[in-house]
């Protein structure tokens, strides 16, 4: 009766976690984030942080369970820690998620997930946090997600989790590189860098640490998005890749969570997503209207 229950009435949803910058440390801060709750039937989680102009904007993916697809958001915290109302800054008739978001040559950038389309995709800002233009499709035909880019050493470095024909779709980081994210990617020799479930995808932006680059990844082994692995890079050239396994930070950072596979920080505040179970008695009404909604 319990699992006939759950089945009809219960659902995981993603949320947003986000405090004051803390200094980073092993073993891992958890405490005193405060939680953005999405609705009933939608979920929140990839968040990214941007600083313009003195404002912090958190970026995000925005899940509905009707429509099946993600779209981009955005909330502003204020001086006082309060977060605005989300809205929507891009849609496709595709998937979006993870929106990478970062700032080069005076201009805001971000590359979306779009997977699902078979791209990955580079786009600016034309009235920031808004009017995001596509600018160039930086590689197509293939599937790859959480696209995250690292500028180090005189190159651009692109790592992304590209699912292979016949793999699994979390085993495999693959690592590009190019003098400028507008110039021709060429691919790692050693690709794929990383073949392991328990750190191969990306989760947020790589950092600084005591002059080590440290890249966040998401651990899937007990079950996708887990938990989070800091990694340090010990070898980073146009011929070779290494990294170690650092920390972890594990769900129980809120009560409830499930799992975790997202943090970023700026010179403000911190960012981190959550799963938990919740009851939604209006779940067999969502799924028949996501149904409906499919097949209009």
Known sequence: MARLFNRLFTYPQWFI?????????????????????????KFYADP?????????????????????????CFVEIDEDGNYSEPEVVLERDYHLSYPFIFRLDDKIYMIPETGEN??????????????????????????AYDTTILFSGQKVWMFTNIWQTGGRPYTDLSLFYAD?????????????????????????????????????????????????????????????????NLEQIEPNWYPGNQSCHTYNFNEDLEVIDGEVINRDFLKPYRKMASYLYRFK
């Open 17 to 41: 976690g986000y405090r004051p910058k803390k200094p980073f440390s092993t073993p891992f801060d958890t405490s005193d984030f405060h939680v953005i709750a999405p609705p009933p039937g």
């Open 180 to 244: 400028s994210i507008f110039d021709e990617w060429s691919a790692h020799p050693k690709n794929p860098v990383i073949c392991d479930l328990c750190s191969a995808r990306p989760a947020g932006n790589l950092f600084l640490h005591n002059d080590d680059i440290i890249r966040p990844s998401q651990n899937s082994l007990v079950g996708y998005g887990h938990s989070i692995v800091f990694n340090k890079v010990t070898c980073l050239s146009e011929n070779d890749y290494s990294e170690m």
């Open 48 to 72: 990214f942080l941007l600083q313009n102009d003195g404002r912090n904007f958190i970026f995000f993916e925005e899940f509905s369970f009707i429509k099946l697809k993600g779209v981009i």
């Open 118 to 143: 078979g791209t990955i995709e580079l786009y600016s800002a034309k009235d920031f946090p808004f009017n995001w233009t596509l600018e160039k499709v930086i590689m197509k035909a293939l599937k």
